[in-house]
């Protein structure tokens, strides 16, 4: 066959290769608390002695973490917050039964937590909002409670017996909730608690007074509901909790009806595509089910389950092509003390754990967790994806600082004579994929 139509081909082939955005599997991890219960190992950015344990944590765009802290000696509870390995605690309260709950939300330097209502700070600590039980709508223990940018809250509030899902916010200082949904007009039995993204559409999971035993519903700002997912002929059992991203994009995990495997889904609202399932030999089955996914606005997807390998709570990122596990137990990781290895094995029946609480992903693909260290600690990490060098290898073959079609003839004459300089892959073998890698690097422009 001719240079030239090869060529054409090569071009047709290459036009199809490139998958930019796809979950990496190179990664960096940065800590940036770490809680101490024992005398002789100082805690990181947190007083002595304070515990993490089965503790949320929220990620904000900008690599900022909050996440709340048992303490010991004048306050039993605190919330830290930290960025790129600096922070402390910017709220504490001493009080003989909890305060708050593990729920929080914090972007654009705002911070929501939820106590019977809830209260919004800044990164300082200082009130800025406050949504005190009660209101125009008559709520009280607020739970589930997410936040946009601007302060306005949604949550789940009880209502006597019945609950609501509410969006909550003052306009011209004056408080202005707006209900989504009620457990008393005849359309649903119970509503778990609702996740808000930026654009006000919010997520969650319904159980209807008629039809499907669950329904996943999508409210839209102005007021429609766009349905996720629901039991029936695709699955029968849903995890509770859903996550949003901005871009609309939610996160579930459901049990399929077909062979019971558990999986771990995100829909746009119309295609759902499947992240992780059961079936993966690293993944035991029944485990999804036992928290809630996080998703971010390019479709990845973190979910934290029990691994096979070490039978212990690992975390994976996903995003329907590329699934890469982030942690597992014994995986070394470095801390302000040096690497520590991850995990710590309780013994009986909790046995061996990592991953600790509920984990979350922002827009930057970063990745925040709370993880025993094996000296008996928990840490708080945050994850930020390594892209891929857009050049491993020089398409330059003729070697003149510029790219054209002579390089292109020279990559093909030195791939048809197997040349090493040709074999993109590095794999000793010629085929088409190192014609797709080629391609890749002559396109970015690769000198």
């Known amino acids: 066959m001719p240079r030239t139509s090869v060529l054409f081909s090569l071009c047709l082939a290459g036009a199809v290769t490139p998958l930019f955005g796809a979950v990496p599997t190179g990664w960096t991890f940065q800590i940036q608390a770490r809680s101490s219960l024992d005398p002789g190992i100082a805690p990181l950015n947190l007083p002595f002695p304070s515990s993490l344990s089965s503790q949320y944590v929220s990620l904000d765009n900008d690599g900022s973490v909050v996440t709340r802290v048992i303490l010991g000696g004048s306050a039993t509870e605190g919330f830290f917050y930290g960025i790129n390995g600096t922070g402390g605690i910017i709220l504490s309260v001493n009080s003989p039964e909890p305060a708050f709950s593990a729920y929080h939300d914090h972007r654009d330097g705002l911070i929501a937590l939820e106590d019977a209502g809830s209260i919004v700070i800044d990164t300082s600590g200082n009130l800025m909002i406050d949504y005190p039980p009660g209101g125009p709508e008559g709520v009280s223990n607020f739970s589930g409670m997410t936040m946009d940018s601007s302060g306005a809250i949604c949550y789940r509030g009880d209502f006597g017996s019945e609950d609501k899902n509410i969006i909550d916010e003052y306009i011209d200082g004056v408080r202005s909730p707006t209900q989504l949904a009620n457990t008393y007009d005849g359309n649903y ?215 054209d079609i002579f390089d292109v003839f020279a990559f093909l004459d030195a791939y048809a004579a197997m040349d090493p300089a040709a074999d993109f892959t590095g794999e000793g073998t010629f085929d088409i994929f190192d014609v797709f890698g080629f391609l890749d690097v002559f396109n970015a422009g690769c000198v």
């Open 189 to 403: 039995s119970f509503l778990f608690a609702p996740r808000m993204n930026e654009s006000r559409q919010v997520v969650g999971n319904t159980i209807p007074q008629t039809g499907p035993t669950r329904r996943i519903l999508r409210w839209e700002p102005g007021g429609s509901a766009t349905t996720i997912a629901e039991t029936g002929a695709n699955w029968n059992s849903f995890v509770n909790s859903t996550a949003i991203a901005d871009s609309g994009d939610v996160a579930f995990s459901a049990r399929r009806t077909a062979d019971s495997v558990w999986e771990v889904n995100r829909s746009d609202g119309s295609v759902v595509t499947m992240i992780a399932d059961g079936n993966d030999p690293d993944i035991s089955n029944s485990s999804i089910a036992n928290f809630p996914p996080s998703v971010n606005s390019d479709g990845w997807v973190a979910f934290r389950a029990t691994d096979v390998a070490f039978n212990s709570t690992a975390l994976w990122v996903g995003d329907g092509e590329n699934l890469v596990k982030l942690i597992e137990y014994d995986q070394m990781i470095d801390t302000d003390l040096g690497p520590l290895a991850l995990g710590f094995d309780f013994g009986g029946f909790t046995g061996k754990q990592v991953t600790n609480g509920v984990v979350d992903i922002n827009d930057n693909g970063q990745v925040a967790f709370e993880a025993f260290l094996r000296n008996g600690t928990i840490g708080v990490f945050v994850a930020t994806p390594v892209a891929a060098d857009p050049c491993p290898s020089p398409p330059d073959f003729v070697d003149d600082d510029q790219l």
